[in-house]
């Protein structure tokens, strides 16, 4: 099993709407990539509720790397991923083995 684990800070505005509002979009885009994407087991994201270092932390659970590389290539992720990448301002990510 592979957990990836992202960090996102998002930018104060983009694409029309305030940080709060990409954040629930966010969230809300990427969760709904579960029971969508083989291999995947979960995926969830929550807010940074301690020192605020970023906003957003996802992390999900594959059946191995090959699991997690379909998933970075799957059209669904790839749509997600283009309104995130659209938001965010910095990420910071590992991948390891449970």
Same mark, same amino acid.
């Given at each position: 099993?592979? *957990?990836?684990?992202?960090? @996102? *800070?998002?930018?104060?505005?983009?694409? &029309? /709407?305030?940080?709060?509002? $990409?954040? *629930?979009?966010?969230?809300?885009?990427?969760? +709904?990539? $579960? &029971? *969508?994407?083989?291999?995947? !087991?979960?995926?969830?994201? #929550?807010?940074?509720? $301690? +020192? /605020?270092?970023? #906003?957003?932390?996802?992390?999900?659970?594959?059946?191995?790397?090959?699991?997690? /590389? !379909? @998933?970075?290539? %799957?059209?669904? %992720?790839? +749509?997600?991923?283009?309104?995130? %990448?659209?938001?965010? +301002?910095?990420?910071? &990510?590992? #991948?390891?083995?449970?």
């Amino acid at each position: 099993m592979i *957990r990836h684990i992202v960090l @996102y *800070r998002l930018k104060e505005s983009a694409a &029309g /709407r305030e940080k709060a509002e $990409n954040a *629930r979009l966010m969230k809300e885009k990427l969760e +709904a990539l $579960n &029971g *969508r994407i083989d291999g995947l !087991h979960g995926l969830r994201v #929550d807010p940074d509720c $301690n +020192a /605020r270092q970023f #906003d957003l932390c996802l992390t999900a659970d594959f059946d191995d790397l090959q699991a997690l /590389r !379909h @998933y970075k290539s %799957h059209p669904l %992720h790839v +749509a997600a991923s283009d309104f995130v %990448h659209e938001v965010m +301002a910095e990420r910071a &990510g590992l #991948d390891f083995e449970l």
